[in-house]
Structures are given as C-alpha cells and as structure tokens.
Antibody, heavy 119, light 113 residues
Framework: EVHLVESGGGLVQPGGSLRLSCAASGFTFATYTMNWVRQAPGKGLEWVSYISSSSDTIYQAESVKGRFTVSRDNAKNSLYLQMNSLRVEDTAVYYC????????????WGQGTMVSVSS | DIVMTQSPDSLAVSLGERATINCKSSRTILYSSDNKNYLAWYQQKAGQPPKLLIYWASTRESGVPDRFSGSGSGTDFTLTISSLQAEDVAVYYCQQYYSTPRTFGGGTKVEIK
C-alpha cells in the first residue's frame, strides 16, 4: 500500500529550527516529484515547496524563501524540510504531497505533522 | 501569482440534491500547447488530509464516485456533486498547477441542510 508519513513537528520558539521528514513507501519514490503543503489552524491550504525527482529543480513559496530548505534522499525514500528562523505565522500542519506522475496535481498526501511556533 | 477565488464560502444542500462550487482564476490556466486546464479539485474531511478528486479540470481520479464532476475552461471552473451523500460533508478546494507558486482557492464548506 502506498504511504507518506511525516514526522518531526513540535513546539518551537520564534527564531528556532525544526527538520521535518516524510517517509515514503509502496511506490518508486525516486521517480516522483514531491512537495510540502501547509495548513494553518482553521485556514486553507498553502503550497510551500517543490523538489524534482533528482533534486535538480527546487521551488519555494516567497513566504519561506531563505528560511526553509527542501531536500530528499532517494536511497532512503525520504523527503525533508529544514525550517530555520521560524515565525509565529509558520504555525501549521505540514503535509508532504506527491505530484501525480506526468502532471502536478497532488495525488497523495501524508497525514501531516503539526508545527507550533510560540514563545 | 495566480489568485484562485472560490464561491460560495459555504453551502448547505439536502441529501440527494445537487451541490455546485465555483472557482475562478485571475488569469487563464489553459495551456495552449496541450489544450489542458491545469486545475485540480480536492476534498478535505475534518481531521484528514486533502484527497484529490479531479485533475485536468474534469478528469476524475481513480476511485472517486461518478457523482463528482468537474467542468470549465480558461478561468472559470465548477465542481458539481450531482446527488449529495452524507459522506460528502467536507471542505472543497480548487488549485491551479499552471504556474509556480501553485495556489489554492479559499475553500468551500459543504454541509447537509
């Protein structure tokens, strides 16, 4: 069965750092482009970052550019999001999401991991 | 950035009746080279991650009931639930993947009347 499982969320003070992980299983991870999408409490969805299958292309939302870094390890079937200089407004559930093969609709989502930024 | 605007914000529909959700993009998301609209619809039930329902504006994802349908082209799109079931209570989002940043509509909450 196909799965994405996020981990690494938690409570952090403003200015702090966290590293999120997303473990993939049940499909050939190395052939898919991947994303992080977040959802603030009670709010809508916001795309955060994209990484190509070979990591040669990366896109970030302006709201996180220079603070967040997406990466992947295809040998470990894992996606990562390094989050630095965290702000209160980064508080959200963070989902990893797979791009549908051949296009860019998100066809698979993890259950999400909660990141809370508060003093 | 392409702005996606959904309407209404919420709607209440009787069981078995039709529900219609609209989505408008601030510029065309029809790619001329392949004549495809780069639009997806998602369903998010309470406490769950989103689920892909429709891609290319009108193609149903595998396993999605045929009461869900998508239509529209260019800048105006519609998601229709032809006969609302209790399990369809959720928030529905449209999303464009024509350009980065990929942007979502604000969501439409569907409830039972």
């Amino acid at each position: 069965e196909v799965h994405l499982v996020e981990s690494g969320g938690g409570l952090v003070q403003p200015g702090g750092s966290l590293r999120l992980s997303c473990a993939a299983s049940g499909f050939t991870f190395a052939t898919y482009t991947m994303n992080w999408v977040r959802q603030a409490p009670g709010k809508g969805l916001e795309w955060v970052s994209y990484i190509s299958s070979s990591s040669d292309t990366i896109y970030q939302a302006e709201s996180v550019k220079g603070r967040f870094t997406v990466s992947r390890d295809n040998a470990k079937n894992s996606l990562y999001l390094q989050m630095n200089s965290l702000r209160v407004e980064d508080t959200a559930v963070y989902y990893c999401a797979r791009d549908r093969y051949g296009d860019y609709a998100f066809d698979m989502w993890g259950q999400g991991t909660m990141v809370s930024v508060s003093s | 950035d392409i702005v996606m605007t959904q309407s209404p914000d919420s709607l209440a529909v009787s069981l078995g009746e039709r529900a219609t959700i609209n989505c408008k993009s601030s510029r065309t998301i029809l790619y001329s080279s392949d004549n495809k609209n780069y639009l997806a619809w998602y369903q998010q039930k309470a406490g769950q991650p989103p689920k892909l329902l429709i891609y290319w504006a009108s193609t149903r994802e595998s396993g999605v009931p045929d009461r869900f349908s998508g239509s529209g082209s260019g800048t105006d799109f519609t998601l229709t639930i032809s006969s609302l079931q209790a399990e369809d209570v959720a928030v529905y989002y449209c999303q464009q993947y024509y350009s980065t940043p990929r942007t979502f509509g604000g969501g439409t909450k569907v409830e039972i009347k």
